[in-house]
Nanobody
Framework: QVRLMETGGGEVQAGGSLRLSCTAS????????MGWFRQVPGKERERVAF???????GYADSVKGRFVISRGARKNLVNLQMNSLTPDDTAIYFC?????????????????WGQGTQVTVSS
């Protein structure tokens, strides 16, 4: 069965950086559009970034210029480099890919989801 798993979360002080990684089994991160999402209790899930099969990228306005999504050298690996973190970035971060072909994951598509990793940014 398809499985995605996130690693790299933790606690950092404001202004710091973290690098999240997503590994996949039974799902190609190189052939599909992949996305990173985050969610805070009481708020809507937000798509932070996505990367297409030809390496085109897109970012939410809230993170543009601070976060970078990329594919790692290792097969089935997608990273999210997060810089200049603020307490507003505190959330559970998920990686995801849409089950439908030729589709980038959004909050409303049918996606394959990871379990999530907690990111906490302190003031």
């Amino acid at each position: 069965q398809v499985r995605l798993m996130e690693t790299g979360g933790g606690e950092v002080q404001a202004g710091g950086s973290l690098r999240l990684s997503c590994t996949a089994s039974g799902y190609s991160t190189s052939d599909n559009c992949m996305g990173w999402f985050r969610q805070v209790p009481g708020k809507e899930r937000e798509r932070v970034a996505f990367i297409g099969p030809h390496d085109g990228t897109g970012y939410a306005d809230s993170v543009k210029g601070r976060f970078v999504i990329s594919r790692g050298a290792r097969k089935n690996l997608v990273n999210l480099q997060m810089n200049s973190l603020t307490p507003d970035d505190t959330a559970i971060y998920f990686c995801a890919g849409a089950r439908a072909p030729f589709t980038c994951p959004t909050t409303t598509t049918d996606n394959v989801w990871g379990q999530g990793t907690q990111v906490t940014v302190s003031s």
